[in-house]
């Protein structure tokens, strides 16, 4: 005959601990639900306007944010068009003079390896970067424009 008694295994002490903190969290909660609904609907209306004005705070947030990300990610994008287009200047010997802009789409950066289609992260892009001689600054400049499915620089031009 076999009179063993099936052992009963022992909770951990993590497992225990985390059992109280639901159970006193469960109790919390009854707690607070009884007390909310014993307040005045003066005080719940106010709650509730609270409640909404910080959620509208957190989503318009989120919001900005967001539209730094995508405004980051773009500017990289910019930098390694003008980048690139320095590169291809200084490589072809091309120096406009100070009535000429040279205009190099992104295509052409690409082709000569200037640019490397890696470095396009948002590959809804497309772009040129103009260069030109500026008399007041006299040095050269470099203006990058792209426009993606969600950024358009400044002043791009369709041509």
């Known amino acids: 005959m076999n ?32 007390k909310f609904k014993k307040t005045s609907k003066e ?13 509208i705070i957190l989503i318009v947030i989120g919001m900005v944010n967001s539209n730094k990300k995508t405004v980051a990610k773009h500017e990289k994008i910019q930098n390694e068009v003008k980048a ?8 072809k010997k091309l120096y406009p003079t100070s009535n000429q802009k040279l205009r190099l789409n992104m295509e052409v950066l690409i082709e000569n390896g ?12 497309v772009g040129y970067a103009l260069v030109y001689f500026d ?7 470099i203006e990058p424009y792209i426009s993606c499915k969600s950024y358009v620089t400044d002043g791009y031009e369709v041509k």
């Open 3 to 34: 009179d063993k008694k099936p052992v009963k295994k022992k909770k951990s002490k993590f497992a225990r601990i985390m059992n109280e903190i639901g159970n006193s969290f469960k109790e919390t909660v009854q707690l607070l639900v009884k």
């Open 43 to 55: 005080f719940k209306i106010i709650l509730g306007v609270w409640i909404a004005v910080i959620l």
């Open 84 to 91: 690139a287009a320095l590169d291809y200047v200084k490589e």
């Open 114 to 125: 200037n640019l490397y289609k890696d470095a396009i992260t948002d590959k809804t892009c």
């Open 135 to 141: 008399e007041a600054k006299e040095n050269y400049v």
